[in-house]
């Protein structure tokens, strides 16, 4: 419950503030500064996320988590009393750095305390927390901004946070850590400085700055070499904050593969259908989290069965290929909608998605895991969590890319000079934008946004199309339970040996350690 409280805390508190924006800034002003409250935070929590996993491998992982939760709420707290754009800037970005922490701690957690076999179980309810809060954080933002006021959509995570700190306290016990090695200094401003770059890129090409400018360039210079030089200080670093040789394991390879492909389609996919909905099948924004519904019930649901089945059989190679077989037939389906689609049949393509994006979301945490050493369980889930968030940013960036060229080109073909000049500035029209338009125009950019989505889902199917590839190179070996029969050094040092991927945890001594981790507590 503690940790499920942490995941709702980092997953719903971006959903609630995206509502409550438009009311910010008119009490705050600096609209030109809008994205950065949102880029702050997904910058900090990105560049801590790889930070916060090895911090808990080497001096404790309940102490790390404690540690983020207590800035996530600093960051809360002082966003809540924010005077300026520029203060409440620099709060998020504070808030960002303990939410890295509170994703990567839950998993990490869960990795250390329940046993592979089990681990399915519990990690398909957090997909369900996730789901949960991308449903009803529009809503509960929406109500509390209107009742309230904006700063409350903040000061809510106090209550929250309070409960979850109280509860990993006195409920969490963990071993202690103490690491005689130094954090990789190096490493992590290289690392730091690879991310921030490679997210501007993808936040402000083809929006703020056109993709061929100096900045964009330079960013993409700056970043390149700073991953370059990150992969050299790797190989030379005594606790290496990214461990290069969990990427010797085939299964966390094509996991973070599939996981990054994961990210790309699904934020990609609640970017644009909410847009479709209301631009063309004339939805309400208000209740704009509702408009996923059937997409986000299905994942839960199938997240939830995914678990579950993985519990009672040890097996989950069948999820990882149905799952993008799925996410392909998904995005195709949604591809093919139109001015004419109705919202029963846009919502039954979007349950596709859902499912397959269910079948994913967790499985690939609980794969990585168990393909590195119980040592580096932090800086497993903290990569896997990594590739997803850089996934989300690359597909925001290259769908969106997609999607504002189509709706330009299309409006400027079926309403003349007058479209273009309308979607100059931005191929997304809010509601009082739409209803000012003349009709023509209005049709115009009905078809337009209607090609745009079919072009940026077209482009989603087929980058999902790697995802199936890479799943049919997973390696099933078998998930050992708590029981003494399939929990034993015998039969994990046998899973070990058949295993052949490389790595300890597809087999032996991480299982084992969690096992016996699991029964002390």
Not at 314 to 334: D, E, N, Q, S, W
Request: glycine share 14%; charged share 10%; net charge neutral.
């Amino acid at each position: 419950m503690a940790l499920m409280i942490a995941m709702l805390l980092a997953m719903l508190d971006n959903m609630i503030v995206g509502t409550a924006m438009p009311t910010i800034v008119g009490d705050l002003g600096g609209l030109e500064h809008l994205s950065w409250v949102v880029t702050g935070y997904t910058l900090a929590t990105a560049a801590s996320t790889p930070i916060w996993g090895k911090v808990g491998d080497m001096y404790g992982r309940k102490g790390a988590f404690l540690t983020s939760i207590v800035i996530f709420l600093i960051g809360s707290g002082l966003s809540g009393m924010a005077d300026g754009m520029t203060q409440l800037i620099a709060f998020r970005a504070i808030q960002g750095l303990g939410a890295g922490g509170l994703m990567v701690g839950v998993m990490a957690i869960i990795g250390d305390l329940i046993p592979p076999r089990e681990r399915g179980k519990y990690q398909g309810m957090m997909a369900g927390v996730m789901a949960l809060a991308m449903i009803g954080g529009p809503l509960v933002g929406g109500v509390i901004t209107d009742n309230w006021g904006w700063r409350w959509s903040f000061y809510i995570n106090l209550p929250l946070g309070v409960v979850a700190l109280v509860m990993v306290s006195t409920v969490l016990h963990l071993p202690k850590k103490r690491s005689k090695g130094k954090i990789d200094y190096l490493g992590t401003a290289l690392l730091t400085v690879g991310i921030t770059s490679i997210v501007l890129v993808t936040t402000w090409g083809g929006s703020q700055y056109a993709w061929g400018s100096a900045v964009i360039m330079e960013l993409i210079g700056i970043g390149v070499a700073a991953l370059v030089g990150f992969v050299f200080v790797q190989t030379k670093a005594a606790e290496p904050i990214m461990p290069l040789h969990i990427f010797r394991s085939r299964n966390f390879t094509v996991m973070s593969l599939i996981g990054f492909i994961t990210g790309f389609v699904m934020f990609g996919a609640v970017l644009f259908l909410p847009l479709y909905q209301q631009s063309v099948q004339g939805a309400d924004a208000t209740n704009s989290g509702l408009l996923l519904l059937p997409m986000l019930l299905s994942m839960m649901v199938v997240s939830l069965i995914a678990g579950r089945v993985t519990t009672n059989t040890g097996k989950y190679k069948v999820f990882p290929l149905v799952g993008t077989v799925l996410m392909i037939a998904g995005l195709f389906l949604l591809a093919q909608m139109d001015t004419e689609t109705t919202r029963v049949t846009s919502g039954l393509y979007m349950a596709v998605l859902g499912a397959g994006m269910g079948c994913l979301m967790q499985i690939t945490m609980l794969v990585a895991q168990n393909s590195v050493e119980m040592k580096d369980m932090g800086v497993a889930s903290s990569s896997t969590t990594l590739f997803r968030t850089l996934g989300s940013s690359f597909g925001v960036a290259i769908m969106g890319a997609l999607f504002n060229h189509r709706v330009q080109d299309v409006m400027a073909e079926r309403a003349g000079a007058m479209g273009g000049k309308i979607t100059e500035q931005s191929a997304q029209l809010d509601a009082k934008s739409l209803a000012k338009l003349p009709g023509v125009v209005r049709d115009a950019y009905e078809h337009a946004v209607s090609a745009g989505t079919h072009s940026a889902f077209l482009l989603g199917s087929a980058v999902a199309v790697a995802a199936l590839v890479a799943a049919f190179f997973v390696k099933e070996v078998p998930l050992r339970g708590a029981g003494p029969a399939e929990g034993g050094a015998g039969a994990a040092k046998g899973a070990a040996s058949s295993s052949g991927d490389g790595a300890v945890s597809d087999g032996a001594g991480g299982d084992v350690k969690a096992v016996d981790m699991a029964k002390t507590v």
